[in-house]
């Protein structure tokens, strides 16, 4: 293990000169079209061109390679510092580059500070894990309000057509975080109650055959069909579940609509999909979680949060809290950020446990594993038969493949504090993880 880790120090370190290398190119194309003004304004692009064809490297790769590069030297030396020393790998280099220009440079003094948390962070995680930590520090020291920033974005919602090779297309839609958490878990909770011994679809095709179902399934007025596939009886269009059909309405003024209107519409999707008609499999239901630190509820002005995504502004954080039934709401101090919630000693895991541990690791809590806290297992880190409880200490999300590991004995977990996990390789190797923090409170420092 000591020799691929300085392996990949030095892959940082290569990562590092050619970082300086691609600038110094940079600059003499720069210096070269002080002499030619056909040049002026195209250095960029004429460098990209120049390292595409000597690296075997798309263009828009090279581009990329020159902007990165080019971030990393002049504006973020101390990003390049830590990529030198084998602090981060290439990829956690960008991305702390990324978030860094997220925020306006207005303030010198707290664009390094900020620099300097991001480097910390990626320094510890995955480059997934990193991203989600970084957008809760960004909220902290960005000049805006999220609010303002959210009504400002939201206007910039859209659906994108991009034709692609083969015959096929990519379908992308910009939209509030909320609603779009709420579609895709809708859809992906749908595509896994259609898995089974005698399907052969990946669960990435179920998904993409039950979003073509629905929204291809509709009539030429928005509805979905008015027979229902395996009865030949019109159907209800009762999406509420209340045998009272609603027509459907505009959007709000800003575009966010009320979750249990716009995504109710989805929560039946299943049955039949993809194989000779829209069936539905009614009553299927996503799980997703939404922390509101107390006060926003009241009416405070602190982000949400929207489990596995990051940040959502107050506004949305309260409706998701009060209006939407897909969403579980947990609640946080006021003061500590602590989540409000309780421990059990039986050994079946009560619902609210359930939901607490869930939001408290978020993922699976194996060292580089991303998979989300709702798709995973709750493992007792001290087995129940060898004396351990089943408490909000001694249980972590484990998904089920490094729940397995556990299992056979190949990999060990301690949990000396709650949602700390140490986690022991069977070579020995020990590794550290702790959960993300919960929203800390709007007057105090992030808990990294």
Same mark, same amino acid.
């Given at each position: ?46 460098t990209a061109a120049e390292i595409s064809a000597a690296l075997h490297l798309p263009d828009r790769t090279a ?26 790998? @290439?990829? $956690? ?24 948390? %991001?480097?910390?962070?990626?320094? %510890? *995680?995955?480059? +997934?894990?990193? @991203? ?9 020291? $960005? ?22 090779? !083969? ?10 975080l909320d609603q779009a958490a709420g579609i895709f878990h809708r859809v992906d909770t749908a595509a896994r ?12 095709? %179920?998904?993409? !055959? ?12 928005? &509805? ?9 009886q019109p159907a209800t269009d009762d999406f509420n579940g209340d045998g009272a059909s609603e027509p459907d ?7 966010? $609509? ?15 999909? =993809? ?8 009553? +299927? ?24 995504? =990051?940040?959502?502004?107050? !506004? ?16 946080? &101090? ?10 059990? *000693? ?11 541990? @869930? ?6 809590? &194996?060292?580089?594993?991303? @998979? ?29 493949? &490094?729940?397995? %590991? ?5 990999? $060990? ?30 007057? !105090?420092?992030?808990?990294?």
């Open positions: 293990m000591d020799t691929l880790k300085d392996i990949d120090e030095a892959r940082s370190w290569l990562d590092a000169q050619e970082t300086k290398i691609v600038t110094r190119v940079l600059d003499l194309q720069t210096e070269q079209t002080r002499h030619d003004p056909r040049g002026w304004g195209y250095e960029a692009t004429l581009g990329f390679l020159v902007e990165h590069s080019t971030l990393l030297t002049r504006y973020y030396p101390a990003t390049l510092e830590a990529l030198e020393a084998g602090k981060l790998s @290439r990829r $956690h280099a960008w991305a702390v580059v990324e978030e860094a220009t997220s925020i306006p440079d207005t303030d010198p003094t707290a664009t390094a500070e900020f620099e300097a948390r %991001l480097i910390e962070v990626a320094s %510890l *995680t995955t480059v +997934v894990k990193f @991203r989600q930590q970084a957008n809760r520090l960004r909220e902290k020291l $960005h000049p805006e309000t999220i609010t303002t920033r959210h009504k400002r974005a939201v206007k910039e919602r859209g659906v994108y057509l991009t034709p692609s090779y !083969d015959g096929m297309a990519w379908l992308e839609a910009y939209l509030p109650a259609l898995q089974g011994p005698d399907e052969p679809r990946t669960l990435t095709q %179920l998904r993409a !055959d039950v979003l073509t179902d629905v929204l291809t399934s509709a009539g030429a007025t928005g &509805h979905m069909s008015t027979v229902e596939p395996t009865t030949g309405g505009p959007d709000s003024p800003d575009g966010t $609509h009320v979750m249990s209107e716009g995504l109710d519409r989805l929560a039946g999707l299943g049955g039949q999909v =993809g194989r000779g008609g829209a069936g539905a499999y009614w009553g +299927v239901q996503a799980k997703v979680f939404v922390t509101v630190p107390v006060m926003t509820l009241l009416g405070g002005d602190t982000p949400g949060e929207l489990e596995g995504y =990051g940040p959502i502004d107050p !506004d949305t954080a309260r409706k998701l809290a009060g209006h939407a039934p897909s969403f579980t709401r947990i609640l946080t &101090h006021p003061f500590t950020g602590a989540r409000l919630g309780a421990d059990a *000693t039986t050994y079946r895991v009560p619902k609210d446990l359930q939901d607490a541990v @869930r939001v408290r690791d978020r993922t699976c809590r &194996h060292p580089g594993c991303n @998979r989300l806290a709702v798709f995973c297992e709750l493992d007792h880190t001290t087995p129940w038969s060898q004396g351990g409880k089943t408490s909000y200490g001694n249980l972590a999300a484990l998904c089920k493949r &490094h729940h397995k %590991l556990k299992s056979d004995g190949y990999w $060990h977990y301690r949990q000396p504090e709650p949602g700390m996990i140490i986690a022991i390789s069977p070579m020995g190797e020990t590794y550290l993880t702790r959960p993300d923090p919960p929203p800390a409170p709007q007057d !105090d420092p992030p808990p990294f």
